[in-house]
């Protein structure tokens, strides 16, 4: 396996789209960022169901629907103002933030 981590400018709680594949248009954000294998879960996007097995008495077992990851390279950002775009960076002061490549506004 390559110990590589995939570098990315998302975020956890970023909200994002989905630029390619069936869930294309959809948007929803960042559950959880897996760097190793370049993957994000996206909240309510590429739902899949899953067997699950009843673990205790008052747990329920059966099929359940849950999210499965989606590639980093298949979304963008989403800006307030103008929609999908990609991320930039500017230096104020000594602080280094996240901005719009289309408007300029903060992410």
């Known amino acids: 396996m390559n110990d590589v981590k995939i570098k990315t400018k998302l975020k956890k709680d970023d909200l994002v789209q989905v630029i390619s594949g069936k869930e294309r248009g959809k948007q ?3 559950v959880k960022i897996d760097r190793d294998k370049g993957r994000a879960i996206v909240q309510g996007v590429n739902m899949v ?3 699950m097995r009843k673990k205790n008495q008052n747990d329920r077992g ?3 629907e849950i999210e499965a990851p989606v590639r980093l390279c298949n979304m963008m950002i989403v800006c307030k103002k103008c929609g999908p775009t990609r991320v930039g960076y500017k230096l104020e002061g000594d602080a280094k933030k996240r901005v719009c490549r289309k408007c300029g506004e903060a992410l």
Request: zero cysteines; charged letters at 35%.
């Open 28 to 30: 929803g954000k960042i």
């Open 49 to 51: 169901k899953k067997a």
């Open 62 to 64: 059966g099929i359940i």
